[in-house]
């Protein structure tokens, strides 16, 4: 497939045959799975993972993109949906059947919007595998205590279990980007994921910790809880943010929101 890459699409092709083979082999497709491609582009991945599974439905924003895969396959067998990812609903691509499977080689200008977009549909997501700038798939998957580990990191790991997989050097696309890139997996956590009361104000929580990273959570937190109710969740006022697992941010959060909850009945 001829096409001239699109740089407000930040188009950039995998045409590496090993890292596209290492791709699908990490995916693991099988004949009957609910897989949806986001960003097929040229097609270097939806023709191998069409080999392997049944039907195969693919979100492509490029219009040409998405008329030459639709002239390629059969709609028997490759659903196409021209659209920006961003915007669709992924909900109702699952029909009820079967959790998705969510691949693609994501934009790096959007990668952040999209992933947290498909977090906002884990009811209906088995397991998502991305290729993403590598430097954002190390802040993604990074543990407390390390200088990777931030906001990112807390607000997935919140939601999925994150483990990067492989990299990708900048050589195996074209046109060849400035960056090299890695794959991640996201499985939902289901029942291991930490209850959290409320999601706005969790997120409050993560961006303050994180908002000046050499403040301890007795600074950063301020405006939020007091050092006595951290000492009363074991937390140590003096601690930073970038070393709390994400089940503490948790409990810190839902601490917050009780409160709020008893000032607002009061």
């Known amino acids: 497939m001829r096409h001239r890459p699109r740089k407000r699409f930040s188009q950039n092709f995998l045409v590496d045959r090993h890292y596209i083979e290492r791709i699908v082999d990490a995916i693991g497709p099988k004949r009957d799975d609910r897989l949806v491609e986001i960003g097929p582009g040229r097609g270097a991945l939806t023709r191998p993972l069409l080999e392997r599974v049944d039907r195969l439905t693919v979100i492509e924003i490029d219009r040409d993109l998405a008329e030459a895969l639709r002239a390629e396959h059969p709609p028997s067998r490759l659903t196409v949906i021209t659209a920006d990812a961003l915007t669709t ?85 074209q046109p ?3 960056v090299e890139s890695a794959v991640v997996r996201l499985i939902p956590l289901g029942a291991a994921r930490p209850l959290i009361r409320d999601q706005g ?65 009061s």
């Open 176 to 178: 060849v980007p400035a």
């Open 201 to 265: 104000v969790f997120e409050t929580i993560v961006a303050a910790g994180f908002g000046q990273r050499r403040k301890t959570l007795r600074n950063a937190l301020q405006q939020h809880i007091g050092e006595q109710a951290l000492l009363q969740l074991g937390v140590d006022p003096g601690a930073r943010a970038e070393t709390l697992p994400v089940a503490v941010f948790a409990a810190i959060a839902n601490a917050v929101a009780l409160a709020q909850e008893a000032s607002q009945k």
């Open 89 to 173: 609903d992924l909900a109702a691509l699952d029909q009820g059947l079967v959790g998705l499977r969510v691949v693609g080689n994501l934009p790096y200008h959007i990668s952040s919007p999209l992933l947290f977009h498909c977090a906002e549909y884990v009811p209906h997501l088995a397991d998502l595998h991305f290729m993403l700038q590598a430097e954002v798939v190390d802040r993604m998957a990074a543990a407390p205590g390390t200088p990777e580990y931030g906001r990112l990191s807390v607000s997935l790991q919140s939601v999925f279990a994150v483990e990067k997989l492989f990299r990708v050097p900048a050589d195996a696309f």
